[in-house]
C-alpha cells in the first residue's frame, strides 16, 4: 500500500501539478488551456515559458490592451506602464 500511494505522489508532484499550474496561467493569458496543461504535464520546465510570455488577447479580470499603444497592462492598473494613457 505505502509504495502504491508514493508511486500515486510522484504522478501528481511530477506530472499534474505542473500541468495544472501551466492550465491555468495560459487560461488567464489567453491561450488555450488543454494544450498547455498536456505541453507542461509532459515536459514540466515549460512552466517557466508559461509563466513569462506575453498575453495573446485581453481577458477580463486579468489583462486589458492599451488603445493607444496596444500593450497589455494588469487589469488593476489605471494607466498603461509604456506610454501612461488612462485605461478604462
Known amino acids: 500500500m ?3 500511494m508514493m508511486e500515486w505522489g510522484f504522478v501528481v508532484v511530477f506530472f499534474l501539478l505542473p500541468g495544472t499550474i501551466g492550465a491555468y496561467v495560459a487560461y488567464t493569458k489567453g491561450r488555450n488551456p488543454l494544450l498547455w496543461f498536456l505541453l ?3 515536459f514540466a520546465p515549460t512552466v517557466m515559458i508559461t509563466l513569462f510570455q506575453r498575453p495573446q ?3 477580463q479580470g486579468h489583462y486589458r490592451q492599451c488603445p493607444k499603444c496596444s500593450e497589455f497592462s494588469k487589469w488593476r492598473e489605471n494607466s498603461c506602464r509604456f506610454c501612461g494613457t488612462a485605461l478604462s
Open 2 to 4: 505505502p509504495s502504491n
Open 40 to 42: 507542461n504535464a509532459l
Open 57 to 59: 488577447r485581453p481577458v
